[in-house]
């Protein structure tokens, strides 16, 4: 099955900053989406993205599906971003989640 | 639009006891699934059903059951409760067969067994 990594598994920013979060998958995907995983534990969409960028407000993220990757970038951070970041691409009837980067914020 | 809806939020359960989590969706959706979500860990997928009437095994579907009961409810049974069947679940759903459509997740349920 498809294997999901995700760099870093940690990152603590100073409100303001920008960041850039990683996930390298092993196989060929049909999709591949981005989740937020808020502090209550409520999983929200951010991206579905098979391939190319896409942009919402401070958000964006890339996929090179030839290169089994994908980016999700976050600029001018807010203490509201923090949180689990997941990518999950799909593939074989299912998502394959990764492990997550803990975002944490400061204020 | 509630989109997925899953029901209790929280449960507590002793050791051998049984229960049925709830999921609806109202997307009009094809595929739905159930995912457990362990302390430190992406979401592992328990069972998915490709569409109405039709069921399949996750990556670990030991200790469960579903019911695919109509296109909306997609239910996940506990037979015999035990201590590593604590977790959060989260139902799923999406258009087209699991993997190849945007999937959209309900709220999760808390399970804890003692």
């Known amino acids: 099955g498809i294997q999901v990594e995700q760099s870093p598994p940690d990152l603590i920013l100073q409100e303001g900053a920008n960041s850039t979060l990683r996930c390298n998958f092993s196989d060929s995907v049909n999709n591949l989406q981005w989740f937020h995983q808020n502090p209550w534990g409520q999983l929200i969409n951010l991206f579905y993205?098979?391939?190319g960028t896409k942009q919402n407000g401070r958000l964006s993220a890339t996929t090179v599906a030839t290169e089994r990757y994908s980016l999700l970038y976050i600029s001018s951070s807010q203490t509201t971003d923090s949180g689990v970041y997941f990518c999950a691409p799909g593939g074989g009837n299912k998502l394959v989640f990764g492990a997550g980067t803990i975002l944490r914020v400061k204020s | 639009n509630a989109g997925v809806t899953q029901t209790p939020k929280f449960q507590v359960l002793k050791t051998g006891q049984s229960m049925t989590l709830q999921c609806a969706q109202d997307m009009n959706h094809n595929s739905m699934y159930w995912y457990r979500q362990d302390p430190g860990m992406g979401l592992r997928l328990i069972y998915y059903?490709?569409?109405?009437?039709?069921?399949d095994k996750g990556e670990v579907p030991n200790g469960y059951n579903v019911s695919r009961l109509n296109k909306r409810e997609f239910s996940l049974r506990l037979e015999s409760a035990a201590p590593s069947q604590t977790s959060v679940y989260f139902c799923?759903?999406?258009?087209?067969?699991?993997?190849?459509?945007?999937?959209?997740f309900g709220q999760g349920t808390r399970l804890t067994v003692v």
């Open positions: 059903s490709a569409s109405e009437g039709t069921t």
């Open positions: 799923a759903s999406s258009e087209l067969a699991p993997g190849l459509t945007e999937a959209f």
């Open positions: 993205i098979p391939s």
